[in-house]
């Protein structure tokens, strides 16, 4: 029961390694949990603290990129690629006042 309580919703994401350790050294202790119980528990909090930060990065990022749509915002690749079709331009009109000027 004590493990499921710590794998729970956002509580296991928001604890510390330490503390877990702590914790878990203390169940250990009072003879509550075995210590491969506890290396367990504690690689499951890791791993499921690791899922949830990066669901929150994740999120994180979409939630920035609708903002910046919603702004209408050039994104560097936009940018990039008419900096690219002005030069090319550019390339165009001095090639043609070139054969003009001859």
Do not use: C, P
């Amino acid at each position: 029961m004590l493990k499921e309580l710590l794998l729970t919703g956002l509580g296991a994401f928001f604890i510390t390694k330490e503390k877990a350790e702590e914790i878990i050294k203390e169940l250990i202790k009072k003879g509550e949990i075995t210590k491969e119980e506890g290396n367990e528990l504690i690689n499951s909090l890791i791993e499921k603290a690791a899922e949830q930060s990066n669901k929150l990065k994740d999120r994180t990022q979409q939630e920035i990129k609708n903002i910046l749509d919603s702004m209408d915002i050039v994104e560097k690749s936009e940018l990039e690629a008419l900096r690219q079709e002005v030069e090319e331009l550019k390339k165009m009109i001095r090639e043609k006042q070139d054969k003009e000027d001859k």
